[in-house]
């Protein structure tokens, strides 16, 4: 099983992800233990979807990942434009959201619970 898969917002955030963790020693950077980790396979997007919608479906891109992946972490921009008004939640707001997001996952499966799922703006 592998150890994490990151749903982020755009490609660009994906072509970031990419480069970072294709350098070497990555995990210095990051202060943690190395894991293995496959960009091309672990880190994705929706080309259809930006940030919105992937907070509103992060539940339904990330069941493929159910049965091979312990951990999702999901990559929004700070802030994220909300229904047609063009008001934005704040980097609160989204923290709060992610409650509801962990819930929406956890009943695709059990898999992504708890701290297995995570939310980074």
């Known amino acids: 099983m592998r150890e994490l898969v990151i749903l982020v917002a755009d490609g660009t955030m994906k072509a970031v992800f990419d480069a970072f963790f294709g350098r070497q020693r990555w995990d210095l950077t990051l202060q943690c233990r190395a894991f293995d980790i496959w960009p091309q396979e672990d880190i994705f997007y929706d080309p259809m979807e930006r940030d919105g919608g992937v907070y509103r479906r992060a539940h339904e891109l990330l069941r493929p990942y159910l049965r091979t992946h312990r951990r999702a972490l999901v990559v929004l ?11 934005h939640s704040s980097p609160q707001g989204v923290e709060d959201q992610g409650g509801v997001l962990a819930d929406r996952a956890c009943s695709v499966g059990q898999r992504l619970r708890g701290p297995g799922l995570s939310f980074l703006q």
Do not use: F, K
């Not at 921009?77 to 008001?87: C, L, N, V």
């Open 77 to 87: 921009a700070a802030r994220t434009e909300r229904g047609s008004s063009g008001t």
